[in-house]
């Protein structure tokens, strides 16, 4: 069963540090990777998708790595603006089955 | 370019209520699917439709069904609510054919306390 972890859970930064989030997934076989950021009550916002083929996407300050055989994707934000804190989350779209499986999130505050 | 549409935003049901919230997707997308959002679960999957066919389940009750219509809109149902039902449900679309290999478009979400 596929089980996907983010750490850390929560993050507190000053403005303008560099930053990574982590995700971890135990089985390789998938389809893609996405990250999402979602505000206090809303919905979700992607933000980059990474093909099972592919090794990073970039986007603006934001960029996405993915090691599907280590079952590990990063998310890198460069300097980091009040405007990015928000929870972070990693899903994984599940070869065979088609499901979308949602990592636990990383809630994100920058401080000015 | 409309992005997805839920309705409504936020309601208030008690125990034993059903429950239909709706959603319309982007323009041109195929594929809806449905999440349940809460503080101690996470975000779950419910089920997938795409051309008017359910294409996946989750791992929830009968209670819980859908539809999709031949425009691509989107219903689901909660009967016979429990004071756990309550949540943030969360509709995606996606342009993707024949797996969910596309990116994911969500809506604002419906709300959901059961009293």
């Known amino acids: 069963k596929q089980e996907v972890t983010q750490i850390p859970a929560a993050l507190s930064v000053p403005e303008g540090e560099n930053l990574v989030l982590n995700c971890s997934f135990t089985?390789?076989?998938?389809?893609?990777l996405q990250w999402f950021r979602q505000d206090p009550g809303k919905g979700l916002t992607s933000l980059l998708l990474?093909?099972?083929?592919?090794r990073e996407q970039t986007s603006g300050r934001l960029n996405a790595s993915l090691d599907k055989s280590s079952g590990r994707s990063t998310l890198y934000i460069a300097a980091s603006q009040p405007g990015d804190s928000a929870t972070y989350l990693c899903a994984v779209s599940q070869l065979n089955t088609d499901k979308l499986i949602f990592g636990t999130g990383t809630r994100l505050q920058v401080f000015p | 370019k409309a992005g997805v549409t839920q309705t409504p935003r936020y309601l208030i049901k008690t125990r034993g209520q059903q429950v239909t919230l709706s959603c319309s997707p982007i323009?041109?997308?195929?594929?809806v699917s449905w999440y349940q959002q809460t503080p101690g679960q996470g975000l779950q999957f419910l089920f997938e439709y795409f051309s008017e066919t359910q294409r996946n389940k989750g791992n929830f009750p009968g209670r819980f069904s859908g539809r999709q219509f031949s425009n691509s809109r989107s219903e689901m149902n909660v009967s016979t609510l429990e004071l756990g039902d309550s949540a943030l449900y969360l509709c995606a679309s996606s342009l993707a054919e024949g797996r969910i290999t596309g990116e994911l478009f969500f809506g604002e979400g419906s709300r959901l306390t059961v009293l």
């Open positions: 089985d390789s076989a998938i389809y893609n």
């Open positions: 990474i093909q099972s083929s592919q």
């Open positions: 323009s041109g997308h195929r594929s």
